[in-house]
Each structure stands twice: as C-alpha cells, then as structure tokens.
C-alpha cells in the first residue's frame, strides 16, 4: 500500500487531532453503525466525531493547556447532517456531511487561533467508515443506513486525541464537556 505525504505525516510520533465529539444519544447510534460497517468490510473501529483540527504538534502538556483554553470559549454546538458522502480515500471513506453552520465555523476559526494553525478547507464531517470499499459497495451502505444517522445531534464534547495510521492506537489524551448555550 503506498501512502500520501499527509498519511505519513499522521505516523511521525507525537500527532494529534482535535476532535468535537456528538452527544451520548447520537453517539451511540453512530457507534452502532461504525461497528456494523467495520465488521462487514475488515475496518478499523473509532469513536464518532468531526475532526477540528489535525496534525498537531507539540509537546502533550502544551497541548491539553491549550485544548483547556480553547474548550473555556465554546459551548456545545447544534449540527444537521445535509446527507452521506464518499470519497476514494482511506479515511474519509465515507462519512456523514454536517452543515457549516455558524457556530461550527466560529469553533473552527477558535481553534485555529489558540493552536496558531493555519486556517485550511473546513469540510465538517463525522466519518462512519475508513478503509478501500469499492463505490458501488458505499452507494449500497448509504440505501442501507440513512434511517440509522441522526438527522440532528449536538457536539458536546472536545478532545485530544494522539493519532497514527494505526486506529487502533488512537489515544484520547484529554476531554472537556462543553456548556450548552441554552
């Protein structure tokens, strides 16, 4: 298997991601699916989220401090899914579309202030497969589940989270809860 310059990237020691992960409800029910289609295709298994920000770099305790302060200027965020999509890449394989909404954008670029990253395409989304399945396969899954993926769900957690090619190792290094604005 040959691999792109971000892969790669993803296995230097000491990479991270920042992650908004969905509510208990609709975490489970995106769980569910994951697992299924995991089993079904010989995928790795990872937790629901929608990826803020990637290939962080620094030490682990300069990064918790900054995912501190960035997590004591959000508040829980309201997503509709717009619909299921692919693409022929490992790791957005297939996922759920969120709207860009506001509030999701307004995170994004909190984000990217406190880690002083580079503002890049924003294409916000919870992945429900990675993995090499062919496009007749995904457009088959998506007839499948679309009654399964909520609709509307809210991102009430953010994490850090150090990341490898190899899922399995993924580690959540530190979690906050999100206040909800109402």
Not at 162 to 174: E, F, G, H, Y
């Amino acid at each position: 298997m040959e691999f792109t310059t971000e892969q790669q990237e993803l296995e230097v020691p000491g990479r991270y991601a920042l992650w908004l992960v969905p509510e208990a409800s609709a975490e489970e029910r995106l769980i569910s699916v994951i697992e299924d289609l995991s089993d079904r295709y010989g995928c790795p298994r990872f937790l629901p989220h929608a990826t803020i920000l990637g290939g962080l770099g620094g030490t682990e305790q300069e990064l918790i401090e900054k995912v501190g302060s960035l997590a004591g200027e959000l508040q829980a965020i309201d997503v509709t899914a717009t619909g299921l999509a692919m693409e022929p890449y490992y790791f957005t394989s297939f996922y759920l579309k969120l709207e860009p909404s506001a509030a999701l954008l307004l995170s994004y670029q909190k984000a990217t202030q406190v880690f002083t990253a580079k503002a890049g395409n924003f294409n916000p989304h919870v992945s429900l497969l990675y993995g090499s399945v062919p496009r007749q396969e995904k457009i088959n899954i998506g007839a499948e589940i679309h009654s399964r993926v909520p609709g509307a769900f809210r991102l009430d957690r953010l994490y850090l989270v150090q990341i490898t090619l190899a899922v399995p190792n993924w580690k959540v290094i530190s979690r906050h809860d999100l206040p909800s604005a109402d």
